[in-house]
């Protein structure tokens, strides 16, 4: 195209506020995960370098692995998160084609009823929920975590999902049904393939929030057994205040982990947000 | 589809549809089981409260108690304006930027797209944890880190501990959680800008409507639907933020109450703090209050915001 020439300041313009972004965005994460590898004199005589020989000590990361079960709490945070976000989606989704392909009595208000949900804050919720949990002695099991964290997701992801749905050709549909194909079939072989750009958009906002919680760990399964990586991270950085190595190595043991799952999941996100719907 | 339906509903007698209610089921049972039953007990309980071991219907005695008794009334005040300085804040920071650079991202030809949107959306993952002490770290003047990098560009005279002085620190704290979450509003807008057909774009082009004038012209309009689900996001997010507040301040919100906001509020309220004790009915009342402001913003945002902007089919 012609334009070719005349984009390239313009292109130099969005890379350099690109990467000053970028930057910003960075700085922080390497900072702390750069200084974890280094030794007391190290992390306060010149922050900003990467780990030199002199400065290079593990100190900060022997304490953590004496003294925390990282690798256990991380398991907890994995099944809770995996968990939940399964039935998200899958509940979600289900209740987003029902309320986007078919007309019943109470369509809207069951829609307005399950949208409810974006705008409260289950935390406010929380007495009760303790009360249910204490009742039905799930404290302190990560089936308490998952229930809970499945009715906080589920109210967005219908919202997002049944926009998303009703984007869908209802001919393509009702070719399905000419063929003699079942709702379920329908759903399930035809609808849920053409919205999964959206399922992977749902899926982050799902599961940001939920590994990061520190509220429902804290309240509903804080024993040693239950603890999360979060809730396990959080006590330890109180425990910890002026050892700066190991609270650098913890924050770091807390960091990559995550960025290996966002890798993992983000390659999905993007080739779901830029492969269109219907084409 | 419309038409289609109409004459199914007219068609006498039809069977009844199972279909629906399982599709319905799981999500509602779950959803009302452990999310609408447990806030209604939640809005019962700042009705009552609890005198002499029982719970003793008071009607609407606790509000009375919360913006009266200067106790409460002077704190609830205080976490209030500081909760919208802090809504203020993402709306004018962290909505802006997230546009910037989704438009940045989503020009044609532009190399490296995935390496950027990966890393600026890695803030959003971490948790407030991470990203509270983190900060903490950076900003303290023990470490000075923020002030050898201000003298980097020569405003090292500029640098204060922020977190701990009261004019600041809130600013500061909302700056924190505009860097954190920047991500939500690029992703979301960059998702809508790409679905812009091409045909419009070139019809633009076309028209000699190019850069920025195609942005503000064709491509603002068409993603202002995303704009205001992002508004709304931010609203409702911020009026029931707690954990970065917590994790960089504690529960006292210092220094000295100025980074106070709803939700830390509550907590001490609800789970008491120093020498006051736990007080759930209290706490109940306050996240009645707090339901309250999200459902003015959210009524706002549907009836007010939604209505208007047009939203385009292709």
Redesign the interface.
């Known amino acids: 195209m012609s334009?070719?020439t005349r984009?390239l300041p313009?292109?130099i313009g969005?890379?350099a506020?690109?990467?000053t972004?970028?930057a910003?965005?960075?700085f922080?994460?390497i900072?702390?995960v750069m200084n974890s590898f280094k030794s007391r004199v190290g992390?306060?005589g010149a922050?900003?370098t990467p780990p030199t020989p002199k400065t290079f000590d593990l100190i900060g990361y022997t304490t953590v692995i004496g003294q925390g079960d990282f690798i256990h709490y991380f398991q907890n945070s994995l099944v809770v998160t995996v968990a939940s976000l399964f039935?998200v989606l899958?509940?979600?989704a289900?209740?987003a084609?029902?309320?986007s392909e078919?007309?019943?009595r109470g369509n809207t208000m069951?829609g307005l009823?399950?949208a409810?949900?974006?705008?409260?804050?289950?935390?406010?919720?929380?007495?009760?929920?303790l009360?249910?949990m204490v009742a039905t002695g799930l404290v302190n099991t990560l089936t308490a975590l998952i229930?809970?964290y499945?009715?906080?997701g589920?109210?967005l992801a219908?919202f997002i999902l049944s926009e998303f749905m009703k984007?869908v050709s209802?001919d393509l549909k009702?070719a399905g049904r000419i063929d003699g194909l079942?709702?379920?079939t329908i759903?399930f072989r035809l609808v849920l393939p053409l919205v999964r750009p959206s399922m992977a958009?749902v899926a982050?906002?799902t599961m940001?929030p939920i590994?990061?919680d520190?509220?429902f760990p804290l309240i509903l399964a804080p024993s040693e057994e239950t603890k999360t990586v979060?809730l396990g991270?959080?006590l330890f950085?109180g425990q910890f205040v002026t050892n700066?190595n190991a609270?650098?190595a913890a924050?770091s043991l807390?960091?990559l982990p995550?960025?290996i799952?966002?890798?993992i999941f983000?390659r999905q996100?993007?080739r779901g947000?830029?492969s269109?719907a219907v084409k | 589809m419309a038409t289609e339906l109409m004459a199914a509903e007219t068609r006498p007698k039809r069977a009844i549809r199972w279909h629906v209610g399982v599709f319905l089921a799981p999500a509602v049972l779950v959803y009302t089981a452990f999310m609408i039953l447990p806030l209604f007990g939640t809005l019962q309980l700042s009705l009552f409260r609890n005198i002499e071991q029982s719970q003793v219907f008071v009607g609407l005695g606790n509000f009375r108690t919360l913006f009266g008794d200067p106790n409460w009334s002077v704190n609830f005040w205080n976490a209030l304006r500081n909760n919208v300085w802090f809504f203020i804040i993402h709306m004018l920071v962290q909505n802006p930027i997230g546009v910037l650079l989704a438009a940045l991202l989503s020009s044609p030809r532009l190399r490296f797209t995935a390496f950027y949107r990966t890393a600026i959306f890695v803030p959003t993952i971490l948790s407030f944890v991470i990203v509270g002490f983190a900060w903490k770290l950076i900003l303290s003047p023990i470490w000075g880190v923020a002030p050898h990098l201000m003298d980097f560009v020569g405003l090292k005279s500029f640098f204060t501990p922020w977190l701990g002085k009261e004019h600041y620190a809130l600013t500061a704290l909302s700056l924190v959680s505009v860097w954190q979450f920047v991500g939500i509003p690029m992703m979301l807008i960059y998702a809508a800008l790409l679905s812009i057909p091409d045909e419009v774009i070139e019809a633009a082009e076309c028209d000699g409507v190019t850069g920025m004038a195609q942005f503000w012209k064709i491509k603002l309009p068409l993603i202002l639907p995303s704009i205001g689900i992002i508004s709304i996001l931010t609203f409702v997010g911020n009026f029931n933020a707690f954990d970065l507040i917590y994790t960089a301040q504690g529960a006292l919100a210092g220094p000295n109450y100025s980074t106070d906001i709803l939700g830390t509020f509550l907590y001490r309220a609800f789970f008491g703090f120093q020498l006051q004790v736990g007080d759930p009915n209290m706490g109940a009342t306050i996240a009645t209050i707090m339901f309250l402001i999200i459902l003015a913003g959210v009524c706002v945002y549907l009836f007010l915001v939604q209505t208007r902007l047009r939203r385009y089919q292709f």
């Open positions: 334009t070719a984009s313009r292109a969005a890379h506020i690109l990467l972004y970028t910003i965005a960075l922080p994460v900072l702390v992390i306060f922050p900003l039935f899958l509940f979600g289900m209740a084609f029902a309320l078919y007309r019943f069951m009823y399950l409810l949900g974006i705008m409260i804050p289950i935390r406010l919720g929380t007495v009760a929920i009360q249910l229930l809970v499945t009715a906080q589920l109210p219908i984007q209802s009702n079942s709702e379920y759903f958009t982050v906002f940001i590994w990061n520190l509220w979060t991270a959080q950085l700066w609270i650098l924050l807390a960091i995550v960025l799952l966002y890798v983000s996100l993007i947000i830029t269109g």
